[in-house]
């Protein structure tokens, strides 16, 4: 399948690292002009420099902006008025036993990964309507199906977050925009590594910690082994292009294996 992005813009947040880089990195290599997000000019710089060395004709605009606020979201909007293509990859996690989670931590993930999105889709869907073309895609996980028991205020976001798709998708519904969630299971990033580490032990080998992580806190997975950021990037590619164009509202899964959890 060939996918052709060229003349579109895509805004994908939290870009700087993990599985925003790779999803703007094969975006910027369908054609797209990509703008890269996060809060520090200087890693954003390096992201940079990632997305042109793999792909060396890459338009690539960044923006240093919060976006768990309104003022960055504000920001990232006065930058960038308009886009056809808005990856919501925004988003914490940790862990944390359920009855040790403050006030002040639940309200910062609903805000850094639910409203984050929604305060975007607020912003850039009209412009997407107007033009009879967008696609809005927010990445998920396979802990808002699976709520872990270890992080339950990241589920109760990520949960958020597909309803937050259904809706807007219902909202957009016969304008030729798509919105649709991006369901991720365990990917390997960085900041991955460090929470297997945690909960398994940090004196492992990295594969077998890895493995230990699967068989005993996510064995639900068909995979049985940690996602690559670039496989979720190869969905999120395909959700922008032209040739998904009947596919919204959905919730697309990058290993499957959480289905059997959903209740009827």
């Not at 940790?94 to 609903?110: C, K, M, N, Q, V």
């Not at 590619?237 to 209740?263: E, F, K, N």
């Amino acid at each position: 399948m060939r996918i052709d992005l060229a003349g579109r813009t895509a805004v994908v947040t939290g870009s700087s690292q993990g599985i925003g880089l790779a999803i703007a990195t094969g975006l910027a290599g369908a054609g797209a002009r990509v703008v890269l997000t996060g809060r520090g000019q200087e890693r954003l710089d390096g992201a940079a420099g990632v997305v042109r060395g793999t792909e060396p004709d890459a338009d690539v605009l960044t923006v240093a902006c919060d976006l768990a606020t309104e003022e960055g979201a504000a920001e990232l909007h006065e930058a960038v008025p308009a886009t056809d293509i808005l990856v919501n990859n925004l988003g914490i996690f940790g862990s944390r036993p359920p009855l040790d989670i403050t006030d002040e931590e639940w309200r910062a993930y609903f805000d850094t990964n639910v409203l984050s999105a929604v305060r975007l889709i607020r912003r850039y869907l009209p412009g997407m309507t107007e033009r009879g073309w967008g696609r809005v895609q927010n990445i998920a996980s396979d802990s808002a199906i699976v709520i872990p028991a270890e992080m339950i205020h990241y589920g109760m976001s990520k949960t958020a977050l597909l309803a937050v798709s259904r809706g807007f998708a219902k909202e957009a519904a016969g304008t030729g925009v798509t919105v649709n969630s991006v369901i991720a299971g365990p990917t390997h990033t960085g900041g991955v590594e460090d929470f297997v580490h945690e909960l398994v032990g940090g004196d492992l080998p990295w594969d077998e910690a890895q493995r230990a992580f699967m068989r005993l806190h996510r064995p639900q997975s068909l995979l049985q082994r940690l996602i690559e950021p670039e496989e979720i990037a190869h969905l999120v590619v395909y959700l922008s292009s032209p040739q998904a164009s009947a596919t919204t509202g959905a919730a697309m899964r990058v290993d499957g294996g959480y289905i059997d959890s959903i209740v009827p």
